[in-house]
């Protein structure tokens, strides 16, 4: 999965993040994806927060799918700027990583970014 197929299969699985695809493009239109992430990492612990499960799952399950099946860059930006940040910032309580529900990739992700959370 590369940049232009993960930003669509977003707008199609998640449309309320359509904003934040506008938001993250820079000058020439090319996507700024380590932005994206952590933007929608952002909006997972957001929506959790306000009990809206679904569209944080279907948010967690597409961020997890593009771990395991994007391209090196894909993967790295949600590696590093969704997966690694994941309990860096205000919100994102142990009960919020608990909730996650990540595939096997993005724990093993986690579990080399060294830190010692629960995810």
Same mark, same amino acid.
């Given at each position: 999965?590369?940049?232009?197929? @993960?930003?669509?299969?977003?707008?199609?699985? %998640?449309?309320?993040? #359509?904003?934040?695809?506008?938001?993250?493009?820079?000058?020439?239109?090319?996507?700024?994806?380590?932005?994206?992430?952590?933007?929608?990492? /952002?909006?997972? %612990?957001?929506? @959790?927060?306000?009990?809206?499960? #679904?569209?944080?799952?279907?948010?967690?399950?597409? $961020?997890?799918?593009?771990? /395991?099946?994007?391209?090196?860059? $894909?993967?790295?930006? %949600?590696? %590093?700027?969704?997966?690694?940040?994941?309990?860096?910032?205000?919100? #994102?309580?142990? #009960? @919020?990583?608990?909730?996650?529900? @990540?595939?096997?990739?993005?724990?093993?992700?986690?579990?080399?970014?060294? /830190?010692?959370?629960?995810?």
């Amino acid at each position: 999965m590369c940049v232009e197929q @993960f930003a669509e299969l977003l707008r199609e699985r %998640v449309p309320e993040a #359509e904003p934040l695809l506008s938001e993250n493009l820079d000058i020439d239109g090319k996507m700024l994806l380590h932005l994206l992430m952590a933007d929608l990492l /952002r909006l997972a %612990v957001e929506q @959790f927060h306000a009990n809206n499960g #679904e569209l944080a799952a279907r948010l967690l399950d597409l $961020v997890d799918q593009a771990l /395991r099946a994007g391209d090196t860059y $894909v993967e790295n930006a %949600v590696a %590093v700027s969704f997966v690694e940040h994941a309990g860096a910032f205000k919100g #994102e309580t142990l #009960e @919020f990583l608990a909730s996650l529900v @990540f595939g096997a990739d993005c724990r093993t992700q986690a579990d080399a970014s060294g /830190r010692d959370r629960p995810v």
